[in-house]
Structure formats: C-alpha cells, structure tokens
C-alpha cells in the first residue's frame, strides 16, 4: 500500500527540499499543517521574541504564504467611495437581512501584498479588482478569507467570486480569469483556497448555484478540465493525494465525499455527504488511510477514516469505512495529522483530542486548552510541538506526544483567525491588526 502526499508543487520546477523550506500554500509545503524544518520559539507576548509587526491594511482571514524572502498576503480593503442606492448597481450584499451577516456599500479594494521576511516592510502592492461585493458575509468572516498559493515563479491570488490573478514575484500581472459569482448558504461568505498539481490549478466551486470543480492551466489560466457537482456550499479546500500511482483530488462537501483524477477530472470514487450543512475542515491522510469530518455542533459531528485501497465506485457503508465518529470534531479548523497522532479541536470552543489514526481510539480527549478562545485557525504542527492559535489573541504550545502537556501559552494584542505559518525559525501570525514575525531574537 503506496501513499504520499504531494508537495502540490511537483511541477518539476523546484526541488521537494526548497518546497520544504517554504510555506506555499494553506496549510504549507504539505497541505498538512506540517513544517518539517524549522525551530521557532516556544514563548513570546507583546515585549519578548517580536522580530517584527507591521500594520496590515484592510482585512482578511487568508493564511499567508512565504516563498524565500517574501511573504504574500491578501486582504480586502474597504474604501471611502459608496454604490449610489439609485444607481442601479445595489447587490446582494446590502439587501435584505440575514442574521450573523454584514453587507456593505463601499467598494473594497481587493489587494495582494509582498512583504519582506527580514523586516516586514512592504515590496510591493498590487490591487487586483476595486468593486463592491456581489453578496454580503458573515460577521465572522471577510471578504478574503481564500489563500494564495506560489510555485516559487509566481503567486497566484485567488479571491473567488472576484477572480484568480496571476503575478510574477516582482508583482507584475500575468493573467487574470473571473470563474463568476458565488451564491453561499446564508451568504456567510468564501473560504475555499485554491492548490497546484503540476502545471494546473484546482479550484473547487460549491455554491447554491451550479457547482463544478476546475482545473486552469497555470501559466495561462485557460480551462484544462471542468466536472460539474450535484453540490451545495462547502468551504473545504481539496486535498491532493497520490496511491498507488493515481493522483487524487478529494473534495469533502454535505451531499458527497467524491474523489477526481487530477489529470483529467475523471470521478474516481465516492462517499455518501458529511452530516453537517456546513462542511470546513481540510482532510488529511496518511499511511493509505484518509480522514474526513465536520462539526458545526453536537448533532452535525462526524470523522470518517477511508481505507484508499478499497475506494473504488460508491463507497457509501462498504469496507472501505475503517473507523468513523461522531463526537469531538472540528467546525472550522482542519485536523493535524502529524508523527501517527490525529489532533482534532473540537468545535470551535478550544477543546483538544489525540487519537490514533488507525483506530480512533482516544489517547486523550475533551482536554480543555487554558486560556485559549473561539478557534477558527488550524494547528500546525513543527518541532515537535503543536501551536494554536485563536481569537483572543492566544496561542498555546502543546509537546507532541500521548499525553498531553501544555509547554506555553502566549498572549498578543490581536485577534487570529489565519493559521499560524513556520519557516526557519521563524513563526508568523496574521492578526486582524497586525502581521507579525515571531523568532527567538536572542540567538545569532
């Protein structure tokens, strides 16, 4: 049984190594949450281990990503000029009133920014669309919340329904390519992020409307492959796995957990849907053993663990369900796969479980993270040593093991709802404020 994760970057272009030095997407090199270089400090606050904090312009709930000396960040930039009601140009993102959801009548700048990892300044800063939102979102949420992914030659900033924008690493518009509007559930807004498998780039398109997922050529943005999807809102980002010598694409959503040959958008297999209306988490795998869940409450809960070697056709109640729970799950966060323990937060609420991913038996569960508060970031894991990280301000350091040990727990002025990212020895955090470098400032 052959199963491995893909850089998402196996291009050819760049070494696994330099890959592995880098964060180039959600979730980083891996799409795990793992960075498997590195050693970061353990502590921090306001006063201890800050290398840097920069003021970041507008808003935005996008992991960052980091490639050698850069770090790319995108946020939505809210201006002073206002959509004249009687204008004819009103959208849905300031009629009518849903609860929990914002709209707005400013158009908002939507922006990719370069930073520089040594002193945070700014390199460059481009705007990739001015205009007002189609629909509104929700108060928890922002108007770019989709993460950007780099294959070391360029960035590709992805702010769904405003569009896909190619750029070199000095910031020069390559192609750019607008897939449509999207019509979430409750328009609690976007958060799906994009990934790259060769020379393509996946984007998956689950809305109220018609939902499909896509495959662009990357260099020019043209459509290589397109599979439409019986499929309501999700915001899960797909995984890309091979076993076996087949490349997969796994998309997680409420009607159907469906697996796509990467080369040509081909349905491998599928699942009966995750409980809940809300599907979040990224799945992880390993070991041929891939791990599905949702968890907006206590009735909407579910982890399922898929055997890859007998996923073939609907899988729906077959022998390919190895292990499967309703307890303990994740809402927003996705899971941590790392050194054969998966860590889940359960809900959002700050509540940690180990498991082992083979069985699912407990090694702890319902171990309450001190300090720690709603949670919409996903763990990382470096070091050995788990960090998370929440909208307080507060992010805990756990020791990896079997039984749990709180190592730190460190407090910022800010609020974070963007995952923690590791390069080196540095830790970067994306507050609602501020961005900020955190490294042991002590060592040479």
């Not at 196996?10 to 997407?25: A, F, L, M, R, Y």
């Amino acid at each position: 049984m052959l199963t491995w994760f893909l850089p998402m970057l196996v291009c050819g272009t760049e070494p696994s190594t330099k890959i592995n030095q880098n964060w180039p997407q959600w979730r980083g090199p891996h799409a795990n949450g793992i960075a498997s270089h590195g050693n970061p400090p353990l502590e921090w606050s306001e006063s201890n281990n800050i290398k840097w904090k920069i003021k970041i312009p507008g808003e935005g709930h996008a992991t960052p990503i980091i490639w050698e000396n850069q770090l790319f960040l995108l946020a939505a930039v809210q201006t002073k000029k206002k959509v004249d009601p009687d204008s004819g140009k009103q959208t849905k993102a300031n009629t009518g009133y849903i609860p929990f959801n914002k709209g707005t009548k400013n158009l908002q700048r939507y922006v990719i920014i370069s930073f520089d990892r040594s002193d945070g300044h700014i390199i460059w800063q481009q705007t990739a669309r001015e205009e007002l939102p189609h629909e509104g979102t929700s108060i928890y949420a922002t108007w770019a919340s989709n993460s950007p992914v780099t294959d070391g030659q360029h960035i590709y900033a992805y702010f769904g329904s405003k569009g896909l924008y190619c750029y070199d690493m000095a910031g020069n518009l390559q192609w750019e390519t607008d897939l449509g509007d999207m019509e979430v559930m409750n328009k609690w807004g976007e958060g799906s992020s994009p990934v790259l498998y060769e020379d393509k780039i996946i984007i998956n398109w689950d809305h109220e409307g018609q939902s499909f997922i896509i495959a662009l050529n990357k260099h020019t943005g043209k459509e290589v492959w397109k599979t439409f999807r019986d499929e309501v809102t999700s915001w899960s980002t797909p995984f890309v796995i091979e076993h076996e010598g087949q490349v997969q694409i796994i998309t997680t959503a409420p009607n159907r957990i469906r697996s796509y040959a990467a080369d040509t958008g081909e349905l491998l297999w599928e699942d009966k849907g995750l409980i809940a209306p809300e599907v979040i988490p990224t799945p992880v795998s390993e070991e041929g053993l891939l791990y599905v869940m949702c968890g907006g409450t206590s009735r909407a809960s579910e982890l399922r663990a898929i055997d890859l070697a007998l996923a073939t056709g609907d899988i729906s109640d077959s022998r390919a369900l190895v292990w499967s729970m309703k307890k303990e799950t994740p809402y927003i966060p996705s899971p941590l796969l790392y050194e054969n323990q998966l860590y889940l937060v359960k809900r959002t609420n700050g509540i940690l479980a180990s498991l082992d991913p083979k069985t699912g038996q407990a090694y702890y569960s319902g171990q309450r993270l001190k300090g720690i508060g709603d949670m919409y970031a996903s763990p990382i894991a470096v070091a050995g040593h788990i960090y998370i990280s929440s909208l307080n301000g507060s992010t805990q350091v756990v020791k990896h093991g079997q039984k749990y040990e709180s190592v730190a727990l460190n407090k910022l002025d800010d609020r974070f709802s963007a995952s923690p990212v590791v390069v080196g020895n540095d830790l970067y955090l994306r507050g609602k404020k501020y961005l900020y470098c955190i490294s042991d400032i002590d060592q040479p």
